[in-house]
């Protein structure tokens, strides 16, 4: 009885590859995640390497992910317009490109950290397009709507996996290889997906023809944010966690080698270990059932966030911070990943582009300026210090938002005693 009990648990757990499209688009994506995961890796630890700063090391993360910010209502005006697929397939051509064109120059032994951060600028300029055209392309690839919510979060799953697989191989090779091979392993990945998206089969697009200009949509994206606060207020929430708490893991080449002495290996198992953290986290929403609280998991996983940030910023004894940095990771997954599932689930289909790419917006956009931020600010307290303080402010974000994280709750609570 438990056996079958267990089979059933599983199979609602991957319930969602029951449909044929979102497995192609599943394992094209993930053999792809796996290869970005590993240039992030290298491209950070190369430019840490080359300038031992941490102001530069915000500035990468500042410049791959800014470009984003700038062009990704362009980017939801374009997914909102024309086929999904095929923009999806431009950007992974695009970026495998990318990738090749920085394997090229390290191989090669031809390359300064100013092109690396060009190069890096390029690919936060193609993700612009990328993100809100994949994102709601599950919407696309997922046949029995019921199985949305298990879809995103197994698209969750995939892309912590990949942060889990991705750095700790890539620490491996950049101890044994150097940088440039991550690089050329991450652009052949690029096949997979690109094959992928090529065995996917989606009823003939028709072109959505629209007289309106780009500005007045752009306008009509704001006003409907404004007017649906059940998706602005998440995308507030998003905004304030991605500028102030989420670039802690800027500083961790600092804590692999300094706090803990180690090299590139050791800066790709701390990854690896906010990817495992990542990863059960995910697991357990993909587990959850269909009528479960997320705006409340939401905010007890923030609250979880910020208590392990506070633990690991002053631990030097690596097997134990390793412990407390996977109860980050499992708080930090759900920053983006229940904030994506619910606004998808809340936008209407002609607006879900453009509220994607204010997602977008809000996430790359304060991501890379808090990246500045906490370079500048590990120049004046330290690296321990400012994660302690990014902590601290994971737990003033989550009262902040406490009230509105609560109210389904507290709506249904009145609502079954008026009944009663």
Same mark, same amino acid.
């Given at each position: 009885?438990?056996?079958?009990?267990?089979?059933?648990?599983?199979?609602?757990?991957?319930?969602?590859?029951?449909?044929?499209?979102?497995?192609?688009?599943?394992?094209?994506?993930?053999?792809? %995640?796996?290869?970005?995961?590993?240039?992030?890796?290298?491209?950070?630890?190369?430019?840490?390497? !080359?300038?031992? =700063?941490?102001?530069?090391?915000?500035?990468?993360?500042?410049?791959?992910? /800014?470009?984003?910010?700038?062009?990704?209502?362009?980017?939801?005006?374009?997914?909102?317009?024309?086929?999904?697929?095929?923009?999806?397939?431009?950007? %992974?051509?695009?970026?495998? @490109?990318?990738?090749?064109?920085?394997?090229?120059?390290?191989?090669?032994?031809?390359?300064?950290?100013?092109?690396?951060?060009?190069?890096?600028?390029?690919?936060?300029?193609?993700?612009? /397009?990328?993100?809100?055209?994949?994102?709601?392309?599950?919407?696309?690839?997922?046949?029995?709507?019921?199985?949305?919510?298990?879809?995103?979060?197994?698209?969750?799953? !995939?892309?912590?996996?990949?942060?889990?697989?991705?750095? &700790?191989?890539?620490?491996?090779?950049?101890?044994?290889?150097?940088?440039?091979? +991550?690089?050329?392993?991450?652009?052949?990945?690029?096949?997979?997906?690109?094959?992928?998206?090529?065995?996917?089969?989606?009823?003939?697009?028709?072109?959505?023809?629209?007289?309106?200009?780009?500005? =007045?949509?752009?306008?009509?994206?704001?006003?409907?944010?404004?007017?649906?606060?059940?998706?602005?207020?998440?995308?507030?929430?998003?905004?304030?966690?991605?500028?102030?708490?989420?670039?802690?893991?800027?500083?961790?080449? @600092? /804590?692999?080698?300094?706090?803990?002495?180690?090299?590139? &290996?050791?800066?790709?198992?701390?990854?690896?270990? @906010?990817? &495992?953290?990542?990863?059960?986290?995910?697991?357990?929403?993909?587990?959850?059932?269909?009528?479960?609280?997320?705006?409340?998991?939401?905010?007890?996983?923030?609250?979880?966030?910020?208590?392990?940030?506070?633990?690991?910023?002053?631990?030097?004894?690596?097997?134990?911070?390793?412990?407390?940095?996977?109860?980050?990771?499992?708080?930090?997954?759900?920053?983006?990943?229940?904030?994506?599932?619910?606004?998808?689930?809340?936008?209407?289909?002609?607006?879900?582009?453009?509220?994607? =790419?204010?997602?977008?917006?809000?996430?790359?956009?304060?991501?890379?300026?808090?990246?500045?931020?906490?370079?500048?600010?590990?120049?004046?307290?330290?690296?321990?210090?400012?994660?302690? +303080?990014?902590?601290?402010?994971?737990? @003033?974000?989550?009262?902040?938002?406490?009230?509105?994280?609560?109210?389904?709750?507290?709506?249904?609570?009145?609502?079954?005693?008026?009944?009663?």
């Amino acid at each position: 009885m438990l056996m079958i009990i267990n089979t059933k648990k599983i199979t609602n757990t991957f319930r969602a590859f029951r449909n044929r499209n979102y497995s192609l688009f599943f394992s094209g994506l993930f053999v792809s %995640q796996i290869g970005n995961w590993m240039q992030r890796t290298g491209v950070i630890w190369a430019v840490y390497t !080359m300038t031992h =700063s941490a102001f530069m090391l915000g500035l990468t993360v500042f410049v791959s992910q /800014f470009p984003s910010f700038v062009f990704s209502l362009l980017g939801g005006i374009v997914a909102d317009r024309y086929s999904r697929l095929r923009i999806l397939m431009v950007t %992974q051509i695009a970026s495998m @490109i990318q990738a090749a064109l920085l394997a090229i120059l390290v191989l090669t032994n031809h390359y300064t950290v100013w092109e690396i951060l060009i190069l890096s600028g390029a690919l936060g300029l193609i993700n612009a /397009f990328d993100v809100p055209a994949r994102q709601p392309l599950t919407h696309d690839v997922v046949t029995d709507k019921a199985d949305l919510p298990n879809a995103l979060a197994l698209q969750s799953s !995939m892309a912590n996996l990949a942060r889990l697989a991705g750095p &700790a191989i890539s620490g491996l090779v950049l101890v044994k290889f150097g940088a440039g091979l +991550c690089f050329l392993l991450n652009a052949i990945s690029f096949v997979a997906v690109i094959i992928s998206q090529l065995l996917i089969r989606l009823p003939a697009y028709i072109p959505q023809r629209s007289e309106t200009k780009i500005g =007045s949509e752009l306008s009509e994206g704001f006003t409907y944010l404004k007017n649906t606060p059940s998706i602005s207020m998440i995308m507030l929430m998003v905004s304030f966690t991605s500028l102030l708490v989420l670039p802690y893991n800027t500083l961790m080449p @600092i /804590f692999a080698k300094v706090i803990f002495n180690g090299n590139a &290996a050791t800066f790709g198992y701390i990854n690896s270990f @906010i990817g &495992a953290g990542a990863v059960g986290g995910s697991i357990f929403l993909a587990s959850l059932k269909k009528d479960v609280d997320l705006k409340l998991i939401l905010l007890v996983n923030t609250v979880i966030f910020g208590i392990s940030l506070l633990l690991f910023s002053h631990i030097v004894n690596f097997p134990l911070a390793m412990a407390v940095v996977t109860l980050s990771g499992f708080g930090e997954m759900s920053q983006i990943t229940i904030s994506m599932t619910l606004i998808q689930l809340y936008s209407a289909k002609e607006m879900r582009g453009r509220v994607m =790419s204010y997602m977008a917006m809000a996430y790359f956009g304060m991501l890379p300026l808090g990246s500045l931020l906490v370079g500048a600010l590990s120049h004046k307290l330290g690296a321990p210090n400012t994660i302690l +303080c990014e902590g601290v402010t994971a737990l @003033i974000i989550a009262a902040f938002f406490s009230g509105f994280l609560r109210s389904d709750r507290q709506e249904l609570k009145e609502k079954n005693h008026s009944i009663n």
